[in-house]
């Protein structure tokens, strides 16, 4: 390991849901995340007219959560819970990275071949980690 390299431990909580009071306010403790996840779904959120306000933090940069608050408008026509407007704007930052992918792959194959390859190493990797465990 080098001097630079920091060894950051596992999250002790996968997904945490935060805050009492009306659904239209919570907080998104994600484990295992960083400024790439929070960012990106900050973004997706805040450009929902549904939503009054949508913000992240990383509690500390040893800490590997992300912390995502959502407020969503109340009183309108339409008008969405906290947690549908996180499962929304999930679909919608998936739909966006799908596409993006797509887009890369046809310009460059070699990206495709890159990603094919990996997906058999982890499928082999998950399949010698079942074998090891049926051995125990």
Known sequence: MSVNEVKIKPAPVQFELRG???????????GDEDHTLGNALRHV??????????????PHPSEPVVHVRVQT???MEGALTATEAVKEACTTLENQC???????EKALPEV????EWMD?????EAQ????????E
């Open 20 to 30: 009492t009071g009306p659904p239209s306010s919570r907080t998104f403790v994600i």
């Open 45 to 58: 959120l805040i450009n929902d007219a549904r939503v009054d306000f949508a913000g992240y933090c990383v």
């Open 73 to 75: 408008a109340t009183g």
């Open 98 to 104: 799908d596409f993006v992918l797509e887009e890369l």
């Open 112 to 115: 495709r071949e890159d990603r």
């Open 120 to 124: 058999r190493l982890a499928a082999e």
């Open 128 to 135: 010698q980690a079942a074998m090891e465990e049926d051995e």
